[in-house]
């Protein structure tokens, strides 16, 4: 047995079991045959279609086909509402307040801008060039909102609060699932919602200075983030009804996936409840907890799914 072939059997382990038995051998006598008769590693390529392939036989064996797909559709609306936050955010950013005396990275209201810029290119180029690329902008849009926790202290400029940035994250991480192929319709959907979203911010008294000098982004965000959770809720929960009438619980799968990141964009309201205070702003310490449980409770949700839905084996009948 070669090195080669050794390889990709170690590959083929992220098969399940009786797959393997089955067609192990044909599938890595298929790789060898394409493989170069000098290549000693299987390709990058080779090794995330094995790891695909093996992920989607072990979910068909869960019952839980439809979980990529719904992972698909998940990306796609987390992508949507990440870039429209960028839009309203960046419009924000144009607006610092009146107060000269106030820190802001002006001509902005604080780094944030960088961040929400990279969030909006990604969204036109989804419309233009959708696949690998536009993963690689999603990604390198996250790290940017990643890094402004690290950059402001160190460069002594503000930034937006954690709580603006923790959904944020949470919907780049999702987003990353962007499909490679949607009709051009849906592709220019979030561009057209950014300009929609940019248009309307640029021409409401929510977002004038005097809302929210002195404060940056609370007094805006405090009130759309709800606003935008209950919005993707409520899309999440009639797509996955919709497609229930087919026996399709892509849709399922989907708003269990995006409970995290509606869960840290209802924050504020959630931690309010907690701290007795309402829907005004929570103290730091009963949001850093509320972040926490929400957190941990809705990436559990998605395996303790999967545990539910893996079939039970009929029992085998008896010999009389």
């Given at each position: 047995?070669?090195?080669?072939?050794?390889?990709?059997?170690?590959?083929?382990?992220a098969?399940?079991?009786?797959?393997?038995?089955?067609?192990?051998?044909?599938?890595?006598?298929?790789?060898?045959?394409?493989?170069?008769?000098?290549?000693?590693?299987?390709?990058?390529?080779?090794?995330?279609?094995?790891?695909?392939?093996?992920?989607?036989?072990?979910?068909?064996?869960?019952?839980?086909a439809?979980?990529?797909?719904?992972?698909?559709?998940?990306?796609?609306?987390?992508?949507?509402?990440?870039?429209?936050?960028?839009?309203?955010?960046?419009?924000?950013?144009?607006?610092?307040?009146?107060?000269?005396?106030l820190?802001?990275?002006?001509?902005?209201?604080?780094?944030?801008i960088?961040?929400?810029?990279?969030?909006?290119?990604?969204?036109?180029?989804y419309?233009?060039?959708?696949?690998?690329?536009?993963?690689?902008?999603?990604?390198?849009?996250?790290?940017?909102?990643?890094g402004?926790?690290?950059?402001?202290?160190?460069?002594?400029?503000?930034?937006?609060?954690?709580?603006?940035?923790?959904?944020?994250?949470?919907?780049?991480?999702?987003?990353?699932?962007?499909?490679?192929?949607?009709?051009?319709?849906?592709?220019?959907?979030?561009?057209?919602?950014?300009?929609?979203?940019?248009?309307?911010?640029?021409?409401?008294?929510?977002?004038?200075?005097?809302r929210?000098?002195?404060?940056?982004?609370?007094?805006?965000?405090?009130?759309?983030?709800?606003?935008?959770?209950?919005?993707?809720?409520?899309?999440?929960?009639?797509?996955?009804?919709?497609?229930?009438?087919?026996?399709?619980?892509?849709?399922?799968?989907?708003?269990?996936?995006?409970l995290?990141?509606?869960?840290?964009?209802a924050?504020?309201?959630?931690?309010?409840?907690?701290?007795?205070?309402?829907?005004?702003?929570?103290?730091?310490?009963?949001?850093?907890?509320?972040?926490?449980?929400?957190?941990?409770?809705?990436?559990?949700?998605?395996?303790?799914a999967?545990?539910?839905?893996?079939?039970?084996?009929?029992?085998?009948?008896?010999?009389?």
């Open positions: 047995m070669s090195d080669l072939e050794r390889r990709y059997l170690r590959l083929l382990r098969y399940p079991a009786g797959y393997r038995r089955a067609r192990g051998a044909e599938i890595v006598g298929t790789y060898l045959d394409l493989a170069d008769p000098d290549r000693r590693w299987p390709s990058l390529a080779d090794a995330a279609d094995l790891l695909r392939g093996g992920l989607r036989q072990r979910l068909r064996a869960a019952g839980a439809d979980l990529l797909p719904g992972v698909r559709l998940a990306a796609v609306l987390a992508f949507l509402t990440a870039t429209s936050l960028a839009a309203a955010w960046s419009v924000l950013e144009l607006r610092p307040p009146a107060d000269l005396s820190p802001t990275a002006r001509p902005f209201v604080s780094l944030g960088g961040a929400w810029i990279a969030w909006l290119l990604a969204a036109v180029g419309a233009l060039a959708p696949g690998r690329w536009t993963r690689r902008a999603v990604a390198l849009a996250l790290l940017l909102t990643l402004l926790v690290p950059a402001a202290p160190l460069v002594g400029l503000p930034r937006p609060p954690l709580f603006v940035l923790l959904p944020q994250i949470a919907l780049g991480l999702v987003a990353l699932g962007l499909p490679d192929a949607l009709p051009a319709p849906l592709r220019a959907a979030p561009p057209v919602a950014v300009g929609v979203v940019a248009l309307a911010g640029t021409n409401l008294h929510l977002l004038s200075p005097q929210f000098a002195g404060s940056y982004y609370i007094s805006t965000a405090v009130p759309v983030l709800p606003v935008a959770a209950v919005a993707l809720l409520a899309v999440a929960l009639l797509l996955a009804a919709g497609f229930a009438v087919r026996t399709d619980h892509r849709g399922v799968w989907a708003a269990l996936i995006l995290t990141p509606i869960g840290l964009l924050l504020q309201p959630l931690a309010g409840v907690v701290d007795g205070v309402g829907t005004t702003v929570a103290v730091w310490s009963e949001l850093a907890a509320t972040a926490v449980v929400i957190g941990v409770l809705g990436p559990a949700l998605l395996p303790l999967l545990a539910l839905r893996r079939p039970t084996r009929s029992p085998r009948p008896t010999s009389r």
